[in-house]
């Protein structure tokens, strides 16, 4: 039982750090698009994710892989 609660606390810390990489990236790859398309977007990455996909033929190459890794 305790393999089992630790195997499963790892997958957890390594899907949280896996998360944050990808809002690390987010942040920096999409900053640009961001102000440009959703500087009336208050703060909430569920509304600024929506934004930037609705805005997804217009947005950066880089913001636009980006997005794409995070819905995986």
Do not use: P, W, Y
Request: charged share 25%; aromatic share 2%; with cysteine.
């Amino acid at each position: 039982m305790k393999r089992i609660f630790l195997a499963l606390a790892i997958l957890a810390c390594t899907d949280l750090a896996s998360h944050a990489q990808t809002q690390g990236e987010l942040a920096r790859h999409c900053k640009a698009d961001l102000r440009k398309f959703c500087k009336n977007v208050h703060a909430g990455s569920s509304r600024l994710l929506q934004c930037l996909r609705m805005n997804g033929s217009l947005i950066s190459a880089e913001c636009s892989q980006t997005l794409r890794k995070m819905k995986r």
